[in-house]
């Protein structure tokens, strides 16, 4: 694969991630040691060698398994791996609850954010992590000191380049604009796929202007653009998509249906068509793909050299996107989280923001 680099940085890494969370949650089902070394060592021969991960999976646990893995791998195959990074979650005072998605307490004083970069060093058995992203921070948390750090480690060398992950619902805009814009973060993490574009697309903009790139996630749409999610399926109990609205699960499926035919034209599977939309979005640097079989990174490490979607066929998609597919307003993407919109919360919009010129 051809690495992309995070604006103008000079951190290099593939343009597919395998999201690690999937060794530290169950969400996905139970991984062991030996699940990560065959799906570690499997993406890395497919050419993966972006592996994004972050300290609050499983407290601590996707971060050990990829440690012990990364450990065990030749010299020549582990001077090739980009190691992204998370932190802000205060979860050896508030561990959570085992299936629950409430949003622990989070900690961004210099001396707690300090202590887990060591700790996560620790784990991974490095001394650098390439892409560290403060996890899901609120504007609250913004504050000069916890940006001069980041600009230190990078400084010290104990990281390659720092930002953000927005989350954990799709939204928080306004905290990847000040990111980007007043504190020179050069990574903006966000919900991000042909289903949902806003606000990554506005925050793509952003990113062109301030020299950053954008790691997208969710780029399946939870299972839709898989086809792993049927009109009628209900997700319950550890399923982290049971807390998805009707939206995604009644008119996901139908929207996937009209995509189909264009990725079918070029040979994709759907999932195969998700990641090549996104790979043609300007200021995309990486897809933090959620991969949770063999098949499927074989499947998406296909991506970069299967052909490009056509520009007439990029327009019909927005023209889709912007009518909600012609299924009515109730097919509209959900409202994002807000940190300064009334309420908390504002509709998903489509116009594109004005243009900055840097």
């Known amino acids: 694969m ?7 940085t000079d951190v290099a890494v593939s343009p597919i991630s395998l999201g690690c969370w999937i060794f530290g949650v169950d969400w996905w089902g139970h991984r062991t040691q030996d699940d990560c070394d065959r799906m570690c060592d499997l993406a890395l021969d497919q050419g993966i060698t972006f592996f994004d ?24 195959k ?4 980009q190691i992204g990074g998370k932190f802000g979650y205060d979860w050896h005072n508030d561990p959570g609850e085992k299936g629950s998605h409430r949003e622990r307490k989070q900690d961004f004083s210099t001396e707690h954010i300090n202590r887990m970069l060591d700790d996560s060093l620790r784990r991974l058995g490095t001394d650098r992590i390439d892409v560290y992203l403060a996890h899901n921070i609120k504007l609250p948390h913004f504050h000069d000191d916890l940006f001069a750090q980041c600009e230190k480690w990078v400084e010290q060398g104990k990281i ?20 980007m814009g007043d504190h020179g973060a050069k990574v903006v993490q966000t919900v991000y796929n042909v289903l949902e574009q806003h606000p990554a697309r506005e925050l793509g903009e952003m990113a ?17 653009l898989k086809d792993a999610v049927k009109k009628e399926a209900h997700p319950s109990g550890s399923d982290h998509r049971k807390f998805r609205d009707a939206n995604w699960r009644i008119h996901g499926p139908a929207k996937a249906d009209m995509l189909r035919p264009i990725a079918q034209g070029h040979g994709m599977t759907m999932h195969q068509f998700a990641c090549k939309w996104l790979f043609q979005q300007p200021a995309l640097t990486s897809i933090t793909a959620t991969l949770t079989t063999d098949d499927e990174i074989r499947e998406i490490a296909a991506v970069p050299d299967l052909p490009d979607i056509t520009p007439d066929e990029l327009n ?3 023209e889709w996107y912007h009518d909600d597919f012609g299924l009515g307003a109730d097919a509209h993407p959900c409202d994002i989280k ?3 919109a009334e309420g908390g919360s504002e509709r998903s919009q489509y116009a594109p923001g004005p243009t900055i010129i840097a």
């Open 2 to 8: 051809t690495a992309r680099t995070f604006g103008h």
């Open 53 to 76: 991960n972050g300290d609050a999976y499983g407290n601590g646990r996707a971060e050990e398994l990829f440690g012990n893995w990364l450990g065990k791998i030749p010299a020549d």
């Open 78 to 81: 582990s001077e090739r791996v």
């Open 160 to 179: 390659g380049t720092w930002g953000v992950s927005l989350g954990p619902a799709i939204g928080w805009r306004e905290e990847g604009f000040q990111a």
């Open 208 to 224: 062109t202007s301030c020299g950053a790139g954008i790691l997208a996630r969710v780029q399946d749409h939870s299972g839709i």
């Open 316 to 318: 019909q998609i927005q």
């Open 338 to 340: 807000s940190s300064v």
